[in-house]
């Protein structure tokens, strides 16, 4: 069956850096895409970022230049580097996958102090 499991988050200061992995098991992981979101207290879920099959990568504009997302095929794994990280960017980030259904992993705490 379908597993995402997230991990890396953590707590850090304004201007630090994080890199949250999404480990992916139970389907052809290279043919899919793949999306990081991230859901602060009180606040609806929202997308960050985005990598297609081929490597191509979309972002939220408040994240651009700031955040990275990268896939290792070999690994069945996607990155998300974190850097230059805000208070804003608190939030449990959470990877997903669209097929037939929707699926989300556990989701991983990161909290940025001012």
């Known amino acids: 069956q379908v597993q995402l499991v997230e991990s890396g988050g953590g707590l850090v200061q304004a201007g630090g850096s994080l890199r949250l992995s999404c480990a992916a098991s139970?389907?052809?992981?290279?043919?899919?895409?793949i999306g990081w979101y991230r859901q602060a207290p009180g606040k609806q879920r929202e997308w960050v970022a985005t990598?297609?099959?081929?490597?191509?990568?979309d972002y939220l504009t408040s994240v651009k230049g700031r955040f990275t997302i990268s896939r290792d095929n070999a690994k069945n794994t996607v990155y998300l580097q974190m850097n230059s990280l805000k208070p804003e960017d608190t939030a449990v980030y959470y990877c997903?996958?669209?097929?037939?259904?929707?699926?989300w992993g556990q989701g991983t705490q990161v909290t940025v102090s001012s």
């Open positions: 990598i297609y099959s081929a490597g191509t990568t």
């Open positions: 139970g389907f052809t992981f290279s043919i899919f895409l």
């Open positions: 997903n996958l669209n097929s037939v259904k929707t699926y």
